[in-house]
């Protein structure tokens, strides 16, 4: 630490427009440099001052001593400190809510009790008037000096009334950049507002014509109003829409919701109440509504959109087709008599296997309702649920057509969709159209009535 003490320089009033390279230059008269840095601000414009660090701390001590008073590239003695305390460390304050009569001389007579003033200035704007002082030591070496004199000032001035029963009060602070200024202003708006949401009401549903008088007459029998603010139309200043109604405490402004909210305290329409939210929440939580009504919407329409893929006249034909051909293929194949007891894949009656017994090996013949009759299938008739064989010509209640094409009851022709030709009835069908019909057989009964719902 020493020896970087050593050998490095501080730099201060440097010109906004200097580079690093011209810097280098300047400084180059007095030693060789090892690096030479300028600070800069986010925009990377100059801070005005700079580091540079010599290989010889010989050449620092003279560089230091010709440079020391200099009015340009004013070299100080390089002090390593606390990177912490250095950030922390201010000479210059800022001043407002000074009263309007007070000029350069009164405001540098109420400072210089404090420390010596490097610089004063002094402004006005539509809210009063402001100062910025800056202390700083007359030896330019103590840069201790102006950070404690601005803290002593802070101490002792902040919060302070000048002019007794004005109301005002002094705010000293540091002197920050503009934009960090606005980001303190943000904070301490969000930090007001966040303690005051719960004594804040918003109250609408009153009369256009109600006036301030009248809401704190109605309010203020529930406790000490802190602040009441009425908003007007921008089209027109005499209609009221809403308002702010501030109580000191949340217990009040709870207890005037509990008994105003929902009534009509103007003969009118009911008082609409509720606890105040901060804009910016209020934001976030309207982005997330709307964020998931999209998401609900983009799911609605990626739904649809796969089942605008499917060719419905094709759906719809296929499905007549299907149903047409269910007659002549009861015929063909004949079903399950449900008076009989279950057959197995060999035709034979399930009975108690004995623990000797095999069980039939898999890949044996499939008897898809056939008798096995000299060698050759036969069909079987279907016997209905009271074991009467099922009239084949009768129109069916699954509402399909029938095989002579007249239409079936149950199921009225889609609207748009024309009614396909019905396909003629094959007299011989092929062993893979009874396997493709014996799989799909277990969804007809689903195909009963139509879907209300399918557009």
């Known amino acids: 630490m020493t020896k970087i003490a050593d050998n490095n320089l501080f730099v201060r009033k440097i ?54 008073d200099a009015e340009e590239n004013q070299g100080i003695a390089y002090k390593p400190r606390d990177s912490r305390a250095f950030r922390k460390a201010f000479n210059n304050i800022y001043v407002k809510n000074l009263p309007m009569d007070f000029d350069e001389e009164k405001t540098k007579e109420m400072f210089t009790a404090y ?17 910025f002082v800056c202390y700083s030591s007359e030896d330019k070496a103590d840069r201790e000096y102006g950070p404690l004199c601005a803290q002593k000032a802070i101490e002792a001035l902040h919060d302070k009334e000048i002019e007794e029963g004005s109301g005002k009060k002094l705010y000293v602070r540091e002197a920050l950049k503009a934009t960090e200024r606005a980001l303190e202003r943000q904070r301490d708006t ?69 008994e105003l909210s929902g009534r009509p305290v ?19 939580q309207n982005e997330e509504a709307k964020d998931k009504q999209d998401y609900k919407m983009y799911q609605a329409e990626h739904a649809m959109s796969s089942l605008d893929n499917i060719n419905r006249e094709e759906l719809m034909q296929r499905l007549y087709q299907l149903l047409a051909c269910m007659p002549q293929l009861k015929q063909q194949v004949g079903g399950f008599n449900r008076s009989a007891p279950p057959q197995n894949r060999n035709n034979q009656s399930f009975q108690k296997r004995s623990p000797n017994q095999q069980m039939p090996r898999p890949g044996g013949p499939m008897n898809m309702g056939y008798q096995q009759q000299n060698g050759a299938p036969q069909p079987r008739p279907m016997p209905n649920a009271m074991g009467a064989p099922i009239d084949m010509g009768a129109p069916n209640a699954m509402g ?56």
């Open 15 to 68: 010109n906004k427009s200097t580079s690093a390279p011209e810097l280098e230059k300047f400084f180059e008269q007095y030693g060789k440099i090892k690096s030479l840095k300028i600070s800069l601000n986010e925009d990377h414009s100059s801070r005005g001052y700079g580091f540079v660090c010599f290989e010889e701390p010989e050449k620092t001590k003279e560089a230091l001593e010709k440079t020391t």
């Open 115 to 131: 420390g010596r003033i490097e610089s004063l200035k002094v402004g006005t704007n539509d809210k009063g008037a402001y100062a």
């Open 190 to 258: 969000l930090k007001y507002k966040n303690s005051k949401k719960r004594c804040n009401l918003y109250v609408k549903s009153f009369p256009e014509n109600t006036t301030e008088q009248q809401l704190r007459e109605i309010f203020g029998d529930f406790g000490d109003i802190e602040s009441l603010r009425l908003f007007a139309s921008p089209n027109d200043e005499a209609i009221k829409l809403y308002a702010f109604v501030c109580f000191k405490t949340p217990d009040m402004a709870i207890k005037a919701k509990q």
């Open 266 to 284: 103007f003969g009118g329409k009911p008082l609409y109440i509720n606890f105040y939210e901060i804009k910016e929440v209020r934001a976030l």
């Open 400 to 455: 399909a057509p029938n095989a002579m094409g007249a239409p079936v009851q149950g199921i009225p022709a889609p609207v748009g969709v024309p009614m396909p030709a019905q396909p003629q009835p094959q007299q011989n069908v092929t062993p893979e159209q009874l396997a493709y019909f014996g799989k799909t057989s277990s969804i007809l009964p689903a195909l009963n009535e139509r879907n209300t719902h399918y557009k």
